[in-house]
C-alpha cells in the first residue's frame, strides 16, 4: 500500500516538476507518514475530550472557555510573526561556521 501511494506521488512530482523524485523525497514523504497518523490521532483524541469537556461544563462555560482559546491563539499568532523569518535569517548571516552557534539560534 505504502509503495503505491509512493509511486503515485512519484508520477505527481515528475508531471508537476519535469523529473523523478529523488531518494531523500521518498524517504521524507515514507516518514511524512507517520506524522499524518500521529495528527489524526491526535485529532481524534481533541474531538472526544472538547466534547466530553462541553458535556461537563455546560455551553455557557464552554463558550467563555472557547472564547479565551480563540484570544490566546490570535495573542499567539502576533507574538511569532516573522519569527522563523528571523531565525533564518540569523542563520544564515552566521559567519560563525561550527554548528554550535547555529544550533543556539535554532533552540532559542
Do not use: C
Not at 44 to 72: C, D, F, K
Amino acid at each position: 500500500m505504502r509503495s503505491r501511494i509512493i509511486g503515485l506521488l512519484g508520477q505527481i512530482h515528475l508531471r508537476f516538476f519535469g523529473h523523478p523524485m529523488s531518494e531523500q523525497m521518498v524517504f521524507f514523504l515514507s516518514n511524512l507518514s507517520w506524522s499524518f497518523a500521529a495528527g489524526v490521532v491526535v485529532l481524534g483524541a481533541t474531538v472526544i475530550i472538547s466534547t466530553i469537556g462541553g458535556r461537563l461544563i455546560g455551553p455557557y462555560e464552554y463558550g467563555q472557555y472557547n472564547y479565551i482559546l480563540v484570544i490566546t491563539q490570535f495573542i499567539i499568532l502576533f507574538a511569532f510573526w516573522g519569527l522563523d523569518t528571523s531565525a533564518i535569517k540569523a542563520i544564515a548571516k552566521s559567519t560563525d561556521n561550527s554548528n554550535s552557534e547555529k544550533q543556539k539560534i535554532i533552540s532559542s
